[in-house]
């Protein structure tokens, strides 16, 4: 009897160490069966992690230019146990990859790490085939042009109340703790912010446009506060998402009149459950990397009961939302006469009443669609518009130009001004140089157990070693002649194959600053490339001004269609603010001041010098009085030099 129970108990035992262990069988079997172990890569520093630490800290060392630069368009580079992974900047062969996203889709592990931030597994950046296609076929009518344009007042309410704010702030004496994330730095003795931001803003960045002379009491340190402009934006963005898309104020920011300078309690607490989402980064480790691949190592990660009570919010917040919707209706006969409401709310709350298949969402796809447009209409228009107003920060002599084409408008003509041709070329330049998104990964999955994807430029494939040995006989050991390289080691490809289950990363960034797409100048922020483009700008597939950042814009029919939904609501958002703040503002950062990048999801700033604060964007912020004279001076040679990356 003892017998039987212990081979039970073994027999049980490997079942669950078989079930526990299959990802890792089939990530061993693939990487041996792969057509991408024939492709050139970088040396791997580990057989366990691959290059995968490498990647960590991909917007700061520029890892992806530097193997592109050696390596050439098209390479792979070595993820869990070595596995090779296809990394192409290759525009014929995005264009394929994008353009066919149902046969391409996200990995697993991305759509889980997407679920776990919030979108949840219904939702539209989650969901696949023809799931996906039903529910953006829904959801498109909330985003189309005539709704954008109707919903520009909202903006520029949400954009002249964070103007005033701004306002407010330099006219405020610094407040006495020294631990308030929105602390606004002027006195010298501070400990909340690095001493290089605490410096009398006397630079040249900060004065060098202002040709009216200085009041008496126009000094640097009281005019210039130093403000971290990434909580406020964010909180402007997430109470214009929650009125322009669901008709409800979030009171993330403070009303007119009370003190900008809030506690944490004050911002709402869907703003602190979005915080702690978007804030909270996995350090890189060997468990980290585990838990991509066995899900039941996450619930060991210490940050899993905040991200839960973050969700949590979000999903009663989302109930409440729609209870309302419903209640507002409830009683009230639709007239055939009366204008159908556009903005997403009112479509979730109809598609869940709809009678058609091809036009129902379910409870929990509302829910997840609430979270999902919440998430990606604040957060990535935020980090947007933080990473322009440091752009043009970086670039006094741009900023100084825009400010001067906008006050040269008349603001009674709104749209007018928001189709000024500079303010195009700078939203166009900012999204070019600053993607929220630097990369995203695709996996092959389509019908067939193969795929051949075409490039523009061929890639050099390893010659498999028996074709090589059967060369050989065939030729008797003399070396062919057919422009092989090293003895026929290598021959070029003008295709890439793959395999069910190859993963693919498109480094969104890496496309976008291009030398040889974009010019020598590709890594500068100069607006005014936008009016004469190079030539080979228009092979990019992009959905916006022919880069990468709202993916690809060849998409739709069988293929399916992955790019932003929303893209025309964020361009409009971040256009509304940047008029409504550079009016009146002018946004400068001392020259020693390092700002890198931190990518979870959104690509978030952070101090070189004082990584541990958390993610800020400290940039200095002065009323610029409607009677300045603002003549932009200086040349671009010297703006660019001092925008560089």
């Given at each position: 009897m003892s017998l039987s129970v212990l081979s039970c108990c073994l027999?049980?035992?490997?079942?669950?160490?078989?079930?526990?262990?299959?990802?890792?069988?089939?990530?061993?079997?693939?990487?041996?069966?792969?057509?991408?172990?024939?492709?050139?890569?970088?040396?791997?520093?580990?057989?366990?992690?691959?290059?995968?630490?490498?990647?960590?800290?991909?917007?700061?060392?520029?890892?992806?230019?530097?193997?592109?630069?050696?390596?050439?368009?098209?390479?792979?580079?070595?993820?869990?146990?070595?596995?090779?992974?296809?990394?192409?900047?290759d525009p014929l062969a995005l264009s394929y990859i994008?353009?066919?996203?149902?046969?391409?889709?996200?990995?697993?592990?991305?759509?889980?790490?997407?679920?776990?931030?919030?979108?949840?597994?219904?939702?539209?950046?989650?969901?696949?085939?023809?799931?996906?296609?039903?529910?953006?076929?829904?959801?498109?009518?909330?985003?189309?042009?005539?709704h954008i344009k109707s919903i520009i007042p909202i903006f520029r309410q949400k954009a002249e109340q964070l103007r005033d704010i701004f306002m407010q702030m330099g006219n405020l004496p610094p407040r006495e703790t020294a631990t308030d994330p929105n602390h606004v730095s002027t006195c010298p003795n501070s400990c909340t912010t690095p001493h290089s931001l605490l410096e009398p803003a006397h630079h040249a960045s900060s004065t060098r446009h202002r040709t009216s002379p200085p009041s008496a009491t126009d000094s640097p340190v009281t005019t210039c506060p130093t403000v971290d402009i990434l909580p406020w934006l964010a909180r402007a963005t997430l109470d214009a998402i929650g009125e322009a898309g669901f008709g409800y104020s979030f009171h993330s920011l403070p009303p007119p009149g009370s003190d900008p300078h809030p506690s944490d309690k004050s911002e709402g607490e869907l703003?602190?459950?979005?915080?702690?989402?978007?804030?909270?980064?996995?350090?890189?480790?060997?468990?980290?990397?585990?838990?991509?691949?066995?899900?039941?190592?996450?619930?060991?990660?210490?940050?899993?009961?905040?991200?839960?009570?973050?969700?949590?919010?979000?999903?009663?917040?989302?109930?409440?939302?729609?209870?309302?919707?419903?209640?507002?209706?409830?009683?009230?006969?639709?007239?055939?006469?009366?204008?159908?409401?556009?903005?997403?709310?009112?479509?979730?709350?109809?598609?869940?009443?709809?009678?058609?298949?091809?036009?129902?969402?379910?409870?929990?796809?509302?829910?997840s669609q609430i979270s999902t447009f919440i998430a990606a209409g604040h957060e990535t228009t935020a980090s947007a518009l933080t990473w322009t107003l440091y752009a043009l920060a970086r670039a006094p002599a741009a900023q100084s130009r825009l400010r001067a084409a906008i006050r040269a408008c008349d603001m009674e003509d709104f749209q007018a001004v928001l189709d000024l041709p500079l303010l195009e070329y700078t939203v166009r330049e900012a999204l070019r140089l600053h993607a929220p998104v630097g990369s995203t990964m695709r996996i092959y999955a389509g019908a067939a157990p193969e795929c051949f994807v075409p490039l523009q430029h061929p890639v050099r494939v390893r010659v498999p070693t028996w074709c090589r040995l059967s060369r050989w006989f065939r030729h008797r050991g003399r070396p062919s002649n057919n422009g092989e390289e090293e003895n026929g080691r290598w021959h070029l490809e003008?295709?890439?194959?793959?395999?069910?289950?190859?993963?693919?990363?498109?480094?969104?960034?890496?496309?976008?600053?291009?030398?040889?797409?974009?010019?020598?100048?590709?890594?500068?922020?100069?607006?005014?490339?936008?009016?004469?483009?190079?030539?080979?700008?228009?092979?990019?597939?992009?959905?916006?001004?022919?880069?990468?950042?709202?993916?690809?814009?060849?998409?739709?029919?069988?293929?399916?269609?992955?790019?932003?939904?929303?893209?025309?609501?964020?361009?409009?958002?971040?256009?509304?603010?940047?008029?409504?703040?550079?009016?009146?503002?002018?946004?400068?950062?001392?020259?020693?001041?390092?700002?890198?990048?931190?990518?979870?999801?959104?690509?978030?700033?952070?101090?070189?010098?004082?990584?541990?604060?958390?993610?800020?964007?400290?940039?200095?912020?002065?009323?610029?009085?409607?009677?300045?004279?603002?003549?932009?001076?200086?040349?671009?040679?010297?703006?660019?030099?001092?925008?560089?990356?």
């Open positions: 027999l049980f035992t490997w079942f669950i160490t078989l079930y526990l262990l299959k990802p890792l069988f089939f990530l061993i079997i693939a990487r041996f069966r792969s057509p991408l172990r024939l492709i050139p890569s970088p040396p791997s520093p580990s057989f366990f992690v691959g290059n995968l630490a490498q990647l960590i800290d991909q917007e700061n060392n520029d890892i992806f230019r530097i193997w592109t630069d050696q390596y050439g368009h098209t390479f792979t580079y070595r993820g869990f146990i070595s596995g090779h992974r296809l990394l192409t900047t994008l353009g066919h996203a149902y046969d391409f889709p996200k990995p697993e592990f991305i759509t889980d790490a997407l679920a776990e931030m919030g979108a949840g597994h219904d939702g539209l950046l989650t969901v696949q085939g023809d799931v996906h296609r039903r529910q953006r076929r829904i959801m498109s009518q909330a985003f189309s042009p005539s703003a602190r459950a979005f915080s702690t989402v978007f804030s909270t980064v996995t350090e890189f480790s060997v468990v980290s990397v585990l838990a991509v691949w066995f899900p039941f190592l996450r619930r060991f990660n210490p940050d899993t009961r905040a991200r839960q009570k973050a969700k949590d919010t979000m999903l009663r917040i989302g109930t409440q939302l729609i209870d309302a919707c419903k209640t507002a209706h409830l009683g009230h006969e639709p007239r055939f006469d009366a204008p159908i409401s556009r903005d997403i709310l009112s479509v979730l709350v109809r598609a869940n009443a709809a009678t058609s298949p091809s036009q129902a969402l379910t409870h929990s796809e509302m829910l003008s295709s890439i194959h793959l395999r069910h289950g190859d993963i693919i990363t498109i480094p969104i960034q890496s496309v976008n600053r291009a030398p040889d797409i974009w010019g020598p100048d590709a890594r500068v922020f100069r607006p005014e490339r936008w009016a004469a483009l190079p030539p080979a700008v228009r092979t990019v597939p992009g959905l916006y001004a022919h880069t990468l950042t709202f993916l690809n814009g060849n998409g739709g029919g069988a293929g399916g269609n992955r790019s932003c939904i929303g893209y025309r609501f964020a361009i409009a958002e971040i256009k509304v603010f940047l008029v409504c703040l550079l009016r009146d503002l002018e946004f400068s950062i001392d020259d020693d001041v390092v700002i890198q990048k931190r990518a979870n999801i959104v690509t978030r700033p952070f101090l070189a010098s004082a990584p541990e604060m958390g993610n800020q964007m400290p940039l200095r912020v002065r009323r610029v009085p409607p009677d300045e004279i603002v003549e932009p001076v200086g040349s671009d040679v010297q703006d660019v030099g001092a925008a560089r990356l």
